[in-house]
């Protein structure tokens, strides 16, 4: 009995031992020091908000992000996106360990007022913060009013004449409007003391009427011919009034161009709409006649109002030929500009 208490004895003692050899070797190793971590880019900008705090209307603001690379490898900015109203002129595409980059943008207030914020949005390969918005904040101060609105826009037919007034008005005792530039000869603009009748209630220091017109002379389609005027002061110089809108023609034609597509003659019993509207109905206008220069056409001019409006109707027979059509629709008028008016004739016959 004592040998078999003995054998259980140092049996136990080389399990316990052997126990505590495991768990030597199964000990997990100490971590590394921090500096030997693997590290990859990592971004930081300090402030990431600017407020250029109250500046004048029509001022430009500037601003310098400061971009720190705090990371190990290369940080590289792959995109600096502007948010409406903010211009970015240039940033540092790479910037290594350690190491400083810039970011430099602007905005134009000549279009705001009160309170802005405008944002850049960053990307790069920080896996952390691939993308980081960056802010520019200020106080838009107009030093010179525009009333009752900002801009002018008109709607006008070519060949009349159209006038606005809007009302300039400051508190600052400098203030003596001039104009410095019409961007456009067919806009004009005339600047007097504003009367009486013309001055804006409740309204403190000097106000002066701007008469702006449009002339017969100015061209179809898109009117963008905004005004700059000499303020006299000196917190904001200049001022730009946007001048906007359409100038339409006397005779307008929808569609500009008659598409027929693919079609089988006689099988397809295809017809096409032109509608002619003559936008100033004072003075009438008619279609006389409508003809296409692809045979196996025909024409129908219907008046929608005479004098105003007409429908003309194109219609393809069983009698036009196969392949391509490449033509012409010509609408005869009574509108001395516009006496002929072409548009052209597209499909495929099969």
Known sequence: ???????????????AAGALLAFAQDKPAAPPAKGNAVAGPKIEVTPETKDAGTVAKGQMIEATFVVKNNGASDLIISDARPGCGCTVASFDKVVKPGAEGKVISSVDTKNFSGPISKSILLVSNDPDRPQLNLFIKAMVKPYVDVMP???????????????????????????????????QPYVKAELLPAGEKDKVAGRAGEQYKMHVSVTPDAP???????????????????????????????????????????????????????IVTNNKPSTPVKVTKAEVTVPGFQTDVVPTQEGVSYTVVVKASDKVKKGAIDGMVKLYTTDKEKAIIELPLKGEVL
């Open 1 to 15: 009995m004592r040998h078999r208490g003995k054998t259980a004895g140092l049996a136990l003692a080389a399990f």
């Open 149 to 183: 609105t900002a801009y002018l826009r008109f709607s006008v037919v070519k060949g009349d004449t159209a006038g606005q007034d809007v009302v300039l008005v400051s508190e600052e005792k400098s203030f003596k409007p001039t104009i410095a530039e019409t961007s």
């Open 220 to 274: 179809e389609g898109l009117l963008n011919a905004p005004i700059r005027v000499s303020t006299g002061v000196s917190q904001q110089p200049t001022l730009e009034i946007p001048v906007s809108g359409y100038v339409r023609s006397r005779v307008s034609v929808t569609p500009a161009l008659v598409n027929f597509g693919n079609f089988t003659p006689g099988k397809d019993a295809l017809t096409r709409n032109i």
